[in-house]
């Protein structure tokens, strides 16, 4: 039997069946984000009941949580981007929250990582190549890039609040550090160190300076002039930044304006001081 050629209208269907089914994939979570999700219960758990060594159970909590929140600010950037007209978003894969799709992983997820153990700071990722040409007015930019620092902001109110409540003190798991029972349980401790690296990640993105999420908002309003002189230079913002925090009096300057936004939510740089003690368990 000769077969019957499709319609017109069965082509239709059949692209915009096809199309549907391709935006879904597009934004289906990645398997990689479970499975972050899955290790920030799983060492969270294990934090609250006890089990297993706090310490390291305290160093998987942070790291997992830093990694998904590292996934969540890209996402923030995404999706502010593809309401604001970039339609190529999700063809990227940057609504699926795997933090593979970035476009740079070392610079937007493995030295993040590397800098939170190693050097107890919140590393501002960031690679989500947004094509700014399908993107029209200069209010959108600026949230576009406000948006992954807002993601910080909204974590860091979570987490503080919980902690600053009491939400998650067990009188019967207390800390103990050279024989010394503290009024303090492991989770509340781990909490507030992860909350530590949000605000200090927030600060820094929020910073004016080229290559960082705070230029990106000022950057549609400056002229065209400025914004060509300042072009060359933002390869070299972060670094900069950087390079400045390492400078003892810049350094404790920064963190007092850190401690002193915990504070604000009543969680004293004590308890962000005993997190960092249990996160550094190979050192103890």
């Known amino acids: ?6 319609t017109s209208r069965s082509l239709s269907i059949m692209t915009f069946a096809e199309a ?5 994939e597009d934004r289906r979570i ?4 479970w499975v972050l999700l899955a290790v920030l219960g799983t060492s969270g758990w294990a934090v609250w009941s006890g089990y297993g060594n706090s310490g390291f159970g305290v160093f998987l909590f942070v790291v997992a949580g830093w990694m998904v929140s590292l996934c969540l600010h890209e996402y923030g950037h995404a999706r502010t981007a593809l309401h604001g007209g970039d339609i190529s978003i999700g063809a990227k894969g940057y609504l699926t929250l795997n933090p593979l799709k970035y476009t740079n992983v070392l610079f937007s997820f493995v030295l993040p990582v590397v800098f939170v153990i190693l050097g107890g700071i919140g590393l501002p990722g960031g690679a989500v190549y ?3 040409h399908r993107i029209q007015g200069r209010l959108k930019h600026s949230l576009i890039s406000a948006a992954g620092p807002l993601v910080n902001v909204l974590f860091a109110g979570v987490l503080l609040t919980a902690v600053g409540a009491g939400w998650f003190d067990d009188p019967d798991r207390l800390i103990e550090i050279g024989g010394r029972t503290l009024d303090l349980s492991p989770l509340p401790a781990a909490l507030a160190y992860l909350a530590m690296f949000q605000v200090s990640a927030a600060l820094l993105n929020l910073l004016p300076v080229p290559g960082l999420d705070g230029y ?17 230079f933002a390869m070299y ?7 400045l925090l390492w400078q003892p009096q810049v350094n404790r300057l920064f963190f007092d304006v850190v401690y002193g936004i915990t504070e ?3 969680v004293d740089r004590g308890v962000i001081w005993i997190g960092d003690y249990l996160f550094r368990f190979w050192n103890h």
């Open 30 to 33: 990645s398997p990689v984000f």
């Open 216 to 232: 990106g908002i000022v950057e549609p309003w400056l002229s065209p002039k400025v914004r060509r002189a300042v072009e060359p």
């Open 20 to 24: 549907r089914r391709s935006r879904s």
């Open 264 to 266: 604000l939510f009543g």
């Open 1 to 6: 039997m000769p077969s019957v050629p499709p």
């Open 237 to 243: 913002g972060m670094l900069a930044v950087f390079a």
């Open 130 to 132: 947004i094509e700014r």
